[in-house]
């Protein structure tokens, strides 16, 4: 036996390997106090739409606030989670490429395991209910690289709801294999021909059909941005991750992790992760944003390393735009964090310095998405392959009696166009 | 008594409807603009909204993202607009300017420092599309003293207790929003909006000016008959457009691009 493997079997916990929590469950109350009634994370969050649209999104805080106090609204939430979803996800140590680092244990938090293969159906399940409760029969949804529209068709289809999805027009290109599976489950993709095509674009008019079809439409909105109170519900559902994770580290490891690792486009699975740890200070958290060509090239995607306070599609928080207050074209090999702006709270957590914002290159995140595959046999989404790059150079710095859990928020398939083109081959 | 209030209490008092062009500043280009806006007001224009280009434009339909575009291809920026607002002041010291936009670009500014230059330059009212009255009190605790107006809009979705807000923080006019949906969209209940309308006039003393979805003579006049006048935008941004697609900027392609709301003047004065 190794000293590694010495220091991590020292490290192991005293309950057997392999036994997973039940779904812990769900209850909504939030263990760091934001937002205030307003939806403001300090100075960051807020509601700024049209309005059109501020009636239906005071009826959403109204409508939400309630039914997060039912227990019985958690109850169907989780009986979900569960039963359609396959939760919990497993906590599993990549202890091949955790050696190759020679430092902390890189364990890994498998929402790619899920139903539809990322974390993006935490959420949509949690909205959908929202929506059948308030008899809304058509919904709405944005999506960039295709896995929330996926996940949002998902549930349209198990809930009998019309569903339509804005996808910007270069995207519907490039994530051609999402696409036609939204429209298997019976979901109509709109291509967006406006602006610079992406998903910002794709949540442009997402609003402008919101407001046109207010009275039947429920927008489920895929991150943890826009308006108040979606930062709210979106964190409140994806939170399940951590409260997961958190168990699992104590019933696994025998005690919390000593860093939590995710990427950050958006920032709802990194937000689902961070959330329930907010108040063990004892654990550092670091959000991954997509450095692209590198910060300095300004081809990136990375508002909160490089950004501004700013108000962008609904709440202020860390944007990309020019002195003129103009939004900037980002760049990301990954179209999940090819947004010029990020979830409210993730900014306010970065001012107070509760979390760490860090970026990698698509250059690092490539050779993280092969190298996962390669030593562990998990093809990672691009996007998570973010968070991975970051942990392995972290992991580099610390003891191997340390441990880091890395939110593996989805899986690579939708990617393997993309990846395949960059290395000359077509499949 | 801000230029904008008198100016609107003038029209009223004379009997006739306020007519508000909406136009893009910087489409085709800013001394285009501040031709157009003399266009304006010779062909009848009471007032002018000025709309302050945004990539970002969520509240507006295609016709005005385009002319957005067009004005950011130019280099339009916020001190464009208010370059604009004082070369047209040089001539024009009575028509009031009401600049029209998104609040990131005061974001990057800063709220006072936008404030000031847009006083400055002689503007007169301040409305922002994705700037509720709910987050708004820290722009209007600048605009008050300046003497801007702030205008806020009122849709068809309008809660009471947003109304209450909303009236009580307004100033010049207010702006109703005729239909559910963005700029450009078409009418489709004249007497729905007829209600709502009258039911506004027991909770304000301020003009109601109706805009979205009103696009030529016909629907200029239907709004203008339940209400204290109206706003064309996006008919008129769509023939302005066509001033970039011919490359023509003289004067007669400026006066043919406006013809709409001399039109509209005509009927609205029958």
Redesign the interface.
Known sequence: MSALETAVTAAAPAIAPGVVPETIASTGQDQFSGPDVHGHFGQYGGVFVGETLMAAVEELDQVYRKLSKEPSFWQAFDYDMKHYVGRPSPLYYAERISKKFGGAKIVLKREDLNHTGAHKINNTIGQALLAKYMGKPRIIAETGAGQHGVASATIAARLGLECHVYMGADDVQRQSANVYRMKLMGANVIPVISGSRTLKDALNEALRDWATNVDDTYYIIGTVAGPHPYPMLVRDFQAIIGREARAQSLQEYGRLPDALVACVGGGSNAIGLFHPFLRDSEVAIYGVEAGGDGIETGRHAAPLSAGKPGVLHGNRTYVMSDANGQIIETHSVSAGLDYPGVGPEHAWLKDIGRANYVSVTDTEALDAFRMLSRMEGIIPALETAHGLAYAFKLAATMRPDQFIVVNLSGRGDKDLNTVAKIDGISV | MSRLTACINAVKAANRKVLIPYLVAGDPDADTTVALMHQLVSDGADVIELGMP??????D??II?LGA?RA?RQGT???TVFAIVSAFRRTDRHTPIVLMG????????GYANFVTQAADAGADGILI????V??AQSLLALTRPRDLDMI????????ES?LSA?CENSSGYIYY?SL???TG?AIIDTGEIRERVSALRHRTQLPIVVGFGIKDTHSADAMAEISDGVIVGSALVQKIGELTENGKRDAAAIAESTALIKDIRQSLNA
């Open positions: 945004f990539s970002d434009p969520s509240s339909g295609a993202q575009e950011l920026s916020l001190h998104y609040l990131n670009p005061l974001e990057a500014i599309v994705d700037l509720p709910s987050e806020f809009l009122v849709a068809p979705t309008t809660t947003r909303i929003v559910k949906g963005v969209a």
